[in-house]
C-alpha cells in the first residue's frame, strides 16, 4: 500500500479517510439497494414469500426513489461517513504498522501474502469494532423504508438514531453484530488490501503497464470482486442482524437463513454488492493513491 517511511500513521490515516468518504457518497445508492434485497424475505417455512418487491439493480434502485423520493437512496449517508472516517482510515492507516509488527520494521523485501491477509484482518478487525456504531445506524436508516406505508419511522436521522437506540436499548446495543460485522470487514479488508496489492503488482509485470489511473481501476476492480465472493455471506448476516432483533444471535442467524432460504440466500444482493464494492474500491483506491503522491 504505502510506504510508511514516507508516509506517517497520520497521512495514510487522512489520505485513505478523505478516499472512502468520497466513495461512500458516490456508491451509497447501490449499498442502500443492497440492503433492502438482503433484507426481503423471511417467510417461515409453509408460509408463502410472495412476490418480491424488490428486484435486480436498476428495479431496486427505481422502486425506491418512486416510492420514497430520490433522495431516500442516500439514506444512512451520514452514519456512512462517520463511519469511513473511522473505519476507512483505521484499516489502511493500522495496515502497514501491523505489517510491520510481523515481519519486523527493519525488514527488507517482498512481504509474503500470509503476512498481509493476516495484517489486514488484525487491523480490519480493529477498526470496525471502533467503528460498529456507525455502521449499526446506517443499517438502521437504510432499513427504514421496507416498513409497510403509515407506520411510523423511528429515527428522523443520524443523530436521533444514535440517542434512541441507546435510549430504548442501552449502550452495549450500538454494538449488535459486532461478531459478524468483525468477521465480514476482517476478511473483506483482507481480500482488498491483498488482492489490490497483488493484481497491481502483477499488472506492473506487464509490458506497456505503469502505475497510472488504468492499473488502479483495474486493481480496485479486482479487490472489490474477491472481496464480495469471500465476505457476500457475512455480509448477508451482519445486514440481517442489524436490520432488525428477530434473531439471538449469528449462528441463530445463520441456522434460520440457510433453513428458510437456503444457500444462496448468503449471496442475496451478490450483483449489488459486486457493483458497490467494485465502483468503490475503485473511487477509493484512485482517490488514495492521487493524495498519497500528490497531496501529503
Same mark, same amino acid.
Given at each position: 500500500?504505502?510506504?510508511?517511511?514516507?508516509?506517517?500513521?497520520?497521512?495514510?490515516?487522512?489520505?485513505?479517510? +478523505?478516499?472512502?468518504?468520497?466513495?461512500?457518497?458516490?456508491?451509497?445508492?447501490?449499498?442502500?439497494?443492497?440492503?433492502?434485497?438482503?433484507?426481503?424475505? !423471511?417467510?417461515?417455512?409453509?408460509?408463502?414469500?410472495?412476490?418480491?418487491?424488490?428486484? %435486480?439493480?436498476?428495479?431496486?434502485?427505481?422502486?425506491?426513489?418512486?416510492?420514497?423520493?430520490?433522495?431516500?437512496?442516500?439514506?444512512?449517508?451520514?452514519?456512512?461517513?462517520?463511519?469511513?472516517?473511522?473505519?476507512?482510515?483505521? !484499516?489502511? $492507516?493500522?495496515?502497514?504498522?501491523?505489517?510491520? #509488527?510481523?515481519?519486523?520494521?527493519?525488514?527488507? $523485501?517482498?512481504?509474503?501474502?500470509?503476512?498481509?491477509?493476516?495484517?489486514?484482518?488484525?487491523? $480490519?478487525?480493529?477498526?470496525?469494532?471502533?467503528?460498529?456504531?456507525?455502521?449499526?445506524?446506517?443499517? /438502521?436508516?437504510?432499513?427504514? %423504508?421496507? @416498513?409497510?406505508?403509515?407506520?411510523? !419511522? !423511528?429515527?428522523?436521522?443520524?443523530?436521533?438514531?444514535?440517542?434512541?437506540?441507546?435510549?430504548?436499548?442501552?449502550?452495549?446495543?450500538?454494538?449488535?453484530?459486532?461478531?459478524?460485522?468483525?468477521? /465480514?470487514?476482517?476478511?473483506?479488508?483482507?481480500?482488498? @488490501?491483498?488482492?489490490?496489492?497483488?493484481?497491481?503488482?502483477?499488472?506492473?509485470?506487464?509490458? %506497456? #503497464?505503469?502505475?497510472?489511473?488504468?492499473?488502479? &481501476? =483495474?486493481?480496485?476492480?479486482?479487490?472489490?470482486?474477491?472481496?464480495?465472493? &469471500?465476505?457476500?455471506?457475512?455480509?448477508?448476516?451482519?445486514?440481517?442482524?442489524?436490520?432488525?432483533?428477530?434473531?439471538?444471535?449469528?449462528?441463530?442467524? +445463520?441456522?434460520?437463513?440457510?433453513?428458510?432460504? $437456503?444457500?444462496?440466500?448468503?449471496?442475496?444482493? +451478490?450483483?449489488?454488492? +459486486?457493483?458497490? @464494492?467494485?465502483?468503490?474500491?475503485?473511487?477509493?483506491? =484512485?482517490? #488514495?493513491?492521487?493524495?498519497?503522491?500528490?497531496?501529503?
Amino acid at each position: 500500500m504505502a510506504d510508511p517511511a514516507v508516509l506517517s500513521f497520520g497521512g495514510i490515516f487522512i489520505c485513505s479517510a +478523505f478516499a472512502a468518504c468520497f466513495a461512500e457518497l458516490c456508491t451509497i445508492p447501490l449499498d442502500t439497494a443492497k440492503v433492502r434485497i438482503q433484507l426481503q424475505k !423471511r417467510a417461515p417455512s409453509g408460509e408463502s414469500v410472495g412476490v418480491s418487491k424488490y428486484k %435486480g439493480l436498476f428495479g431496486t434502485l427505481a422502486t425506491i426513489a418512486k416510492e420514497e423520493g430520490l433522495i431516500a437512496l442516500w439514506k444512512g449517508i451520514i452514519p456512512g461517513l462517520h463511519r469511513q472516517c473511522l473505519y476507512g482510515g483505521l !484499516r489502511i $492507516g493500522l495496515y502497514e504498522p501491523v505489517k510491520a #509488527f510481523f515481519v519486523g520494521s527493519n525488514y527488507v $523485501g517482498d512481504v509474503s501474502l500470509f503476512s498481509k491477509i493476516l495484517a489486514a484482518l488484525i487491523s $480490519g478487525a480493529i477498526a470496525i469494532s471502533v467503528a460498529n456504531p456507525t455502521d449499526l445506524v446506517k443499517v /438502521r436508516l437504510q432499513a427504514e %423504508g421496507k @416498513l409497510p406505508a403509515g407506520v411510523p !419511522r !423511528r429515527y428522523t436521522g443520524a443523530l436521533n438514531a444514535y440517542y434512541t437506540i441507546v435510549k430504548e436499548e442501552g449502550v452495549l446495543s450500538l454494538w449488535t453484530g459486532l461478531g459478524p460485522n468483525i468477521a /465480514r470487514n476482517a476478511i473483506i479488508n483482507a481480500a482488498e @488490501l491483498a488482492s489490490y496489492d497483488h493484481v497491481k503488482q502483477t499488472i506492473l509485470t506487464i509490458p %506497456g #503497464f505503469t502505475d497510472n489511473v488504468v492499473t488502479h &481501476i =483495474l486493481a480496485g476492480l479486482g479487490a472489490g470482486f474477491f472481496a464480495v465472493c &469471500i465476505g457476500s455471506p457475512v455480509d448477508v448476516i451482519k445486514s440481517r442482524m442489524m436490520g432488525d432483533s428477530v434473531y439471538k444471535g449469528t449462528i441463530d442467524c +445463520f441456522i434460520k437463513t440457510l433453513k428458510i432460504e $437456503g444457500f444462496f440466500a448468503f449471496y442475496k444482493g +451478490f450483483f449489488l454488492n +459486486f457493483c458497490r @464494492l467494485g465502483s468503490w474500491n475503485v473511487i477509493m483506491f =484512485l482517490i #488514495f493513491e492521487h493524495m498519497k503522491k500528490n497531496i501529503i
